[in-house]
């Protein structure tokens, strides 16, 4: 069977060949109205076509690639985020090309001039510190960029995020419902948004309701199983009270947070409670199943790539997109000894 060509699509789709041509290319869809567009995306679907990316690269100048910039391959929460910006990209004739910056902000710049001296179309960020904002708005006036998860402060970025304050709020408040009052935070880096905002709101949830917080002043250098097993430990070794709970900015350092637990001699949930965020795949499948706040990475990744795709099409203005979160009970939190809670 040969390939099926622009010809067949626009025979399909009950259109000419320079509307069907149109309603695929990023840059020109937004001139084709919306029900056709879907039905030339459809027929180009169901045809199996394939954009000719390299005919249209010369022709456009484009060369089909995307940067996507992220802090750790290795970060579990990441994998739906890339799957949902490949399945918007991929059909249009784009590549996702991935590197990560070990959370270091030289490498930030490093990766991102690179990209550019490979003239990829568009810089997908997800690994952003706050300190980044002036190297992000330089960039940002040679191709264009998505802030993804992360923010850098100041307007005019085009950024998709998770409502962060609200997501720590739901999972500090859960812990209080179950009669916890003396609680800890296991911070992330300090530069990072989400860990800023992850942060405050706990504290505000803290104030509120009146409970105690024993958190540490020390905050991981990077948002891992390691650094969330060592902040516990300190946590653990110090002279005052224990918590009776404990909140992870993200589901790794609650994983170590539980390793910690564990090592000295204590029982998740049944001493100390632990509540994670992110929701990253396998947290169902630990022993204990963690409780956590979903951040819809693959929601994320899709909005992002749409962004992406708006910019090239010339049709977006700046703005910031906050996701809602949810909250993901589990069985590593429960209803502190002798105290009854207010969700059973």
């Known amino acids: 069977m040969s390939e099926a060509t622009l010809k067949d699509v626009a025979r399909v789709a009950g259109v000419h060949v ?101 003239r990829v179309d568009a810089i997908v960020i997800a690994a952003a510190h706050l300190g980044d904002e002036p190297f992000i708005r330089s960039l940002e006036a040679l191709v264009p960029v998505v802030l993804a998860v992360r923010q850098v402060g100041g307007t005019g970025h085009h950024t998709v995020t998770h409502d962060d304050v609200l997501g720590a709020r739901l999972a500090t408040a859960h812990l209080v419902d179950l009669g916890h009052d003396t609680l800890a935070q296991l911070h992330g880096p300090a530069d990072v948004s989400s860990f800023v905002d992850r942060a405050a709101g706990f504290r505000q949830v803290v104030s509120e309701r009146g409970c105690r917080d024993v958190s540490l002043t020390e905050v991981a250098a990077k948002p891992t199983v390691a650094e969330g097993k060592r902040l516990t430990g300190l946590l653990l070794g110090r002279a005052a009270i224990r918590p009776t709970a404990i909140f992870a900015h993200n589901d790794l350092m609650a994983v170590g947070a539980v390793e910690a637990l564990t090592e000295a001699g204590l029982s998740c949930p049944e001493d100390v409670s632990v509540i994670g965020y992110n929701d990253s795949p396998m947290t169902a499948h630990l022993e204990p199943a963690l409780s956590t706040v979903r951040l819809p990475s693959h929601a994320l990744g899709r909005q992002a790539a749409a962004r992406v795709l708006a910019q090239l099409g010339g049709q977006e203005p700046a703005s910031t997109l906050q996701l809602q979160p949810d909250l993901v009970l589990r069985s590593s939190t429960a209803g502190r000894r002798g105290v009854l809670s207010t969700t059973a």
């Open 18 to 118: 320079g509307t069907a041509s149109r309603a695929l290319d990023p840059e020109r869809s937004h001139l084709v109205n919306e029900v056709t567009r879907k039905r030339v995306q459809a027929a180009s679907e169901s045809l199996g076509y394939k954009v000719n990316v390299m005919a249209r690269g010369l022709r456009k100048g484009s060369s089909g690639l995307i940067g996507m910039v992220v802090a750790d391959v290795g970060n579990p929460f990441l994998s739906p985020l890339l799957r949902g910006i490949e399945q918007e990209l991929g059909p249009r004739g784009f590549m996702t090309v991935v590197a990560e910056t070990h959370e270091k902000s030289e490498s930030l710049q490093q990766i991102c001039e690179q990209l550019l001296a490979r």
